[in-house]
């Protein structure tokens, strides 16, 4: 139900900026980290921040207008990734929201807003359609230059690789084994 020109914004501001902060709190902290993840194999400069007012200050204080801060909100209670989102806006960054109620205080910050409402049952809004919406701008950047998502997966499967073999080069490995 999300206009598709406002998707094919949001993936190009991801696409095109040089660092992109994901704020959000509580039940959106584990989202954050795992488009922080995901968007990490597809570009660099990712920064998840989910740690309060404190932590979100301290990273954002160099965001400016080529950086893209985007706001993860659930309910009203998203106060901190709202004042991010007004923030880099004072600062001259992009902002993207994408919340999961409408009375999200995020709605009336973010430049472009991607509201994916769905409640389970009860008042507790649901966290499918808001990953549904992180995870395929994840994919439409990984879609928009396999050559380079290519890259960064043989750049971290080399570094994963010499981490988790006592230091020694997958090459020494082989030689090994061989």
């Known amino acids: 139900q999300l206009p598709l020109d406002k998707v094919e914004e949001a993936a190009e501001m991801l696409r095109t900026a040089r660092r992109v902060y994901i704020v959000s709190e509580d039940a959106a902290a584990g989202l954050s980290a795992a488009a922080q993840s995901y968007l990490s ?105 396999q050559d380079v998502y290519g890259r960064e997966v043989a750049q971290f499967e080399q570094v994963y690789a010499d981490l988790t073999n006592n230091g020694r080069p997958r090459e020494q490995l082989e030689e090994e084994e061989g």
């Not at 965001?63 to 985007?70: F, M, R, T």
């Not at 009375?103 to 990953?131: H, N, Q, R, V």
């Open 41 to 145: 194999m597809v570009r660099r400069g990712v920064i998840s921040l989910d740690h309060g007012p404190f932590g979100v200050a301290l990273a954002l204080k160099e965001v400016g207008p080529e950086d893209v801060i985007v706001g993860l909100g659930f309910t009203n209670y998203a106060d901190t990734a709202t004042r991010a989102l007004a923030l880099g806006k004072k600062m001259g960054a992009r902002t993207i929201g994408i919340i999961a109620q409408a009375d999200c205080p995020i709605a009336g910050e973010a430049e472009l807003l991607l509201s994916c409402s769905a409640i389970e049952g009860s008042y507790l809004p649901s966290p499918t359609a808001m990953a549904s919406i992180l995870f395929a701008l994840a994919f439409s950047l990984y879609a928009s230059n």
